[in-house]
């Protein structure tokens, strides 16, 4: 079993930027995938961001590429969302999630683990 606690979700005003963080434990992470996700109010659950097990791959939602930056230090057994230039339509709830052996696909069902999530929001 991994367990996975999200941190740093807020209120920002648009433009902004916050940094959040997935704290793993239970086993390493160093073997798992790692995703973000966002739901936003009445929306299905959309992909974000991910990363291969070690750091070397990454994959973007359109919606966020070139803002967002997705980290992981095995080490810690932590992952890391930089959030840049951030819009009103960010808002949403944030959850990290775990891939075992996975490639850091986009898909939900991809996923074995998840954490309870992390609101922000993004002020006009």
């Known amino acids: 079993q991994v367990q996975l606690v999200e941190s740093g979700g807020g209120l920002v005003q648009a433009g902004g930027s916050l940094r959040l963080s997935c704290a793993a434990s239970?086993?390493?992470?160093?073997?798992?995938?790692m995703g973000w996700f966002r739901q936003a109010p009445g929306k299905e659950r959309e992909f974000v961001a991910a990363i291969n097990w070690n750091g070397i791959s990454t994959n973007y939602a359109d919606s966020v590429k070139g803002r967002f930056t997705i980290s992981r230090d095995n080490a810690k057994n932590m992952v890391y969302l930089q959030m840049n230039s951030l819009k009103p339509e960010d808002t949403a709830v944030y959850y990290c999630?775990?891939?075992?052996?996975?490639?850091?696909?986009?898909?939900?069902?991809?996923?074995?683990?998840w954490g309870q999530g992390t609101q922000v929001t993004v002020s006009s």
């Open positions: 239970g086993r390493t992470i160093s073997t798992y995938a």
């Open positions: 999630a775990a891939d075992y052996m996975g490639a850091g696909d986009s898909r939900r069902y991809y996923y074995d683990y």
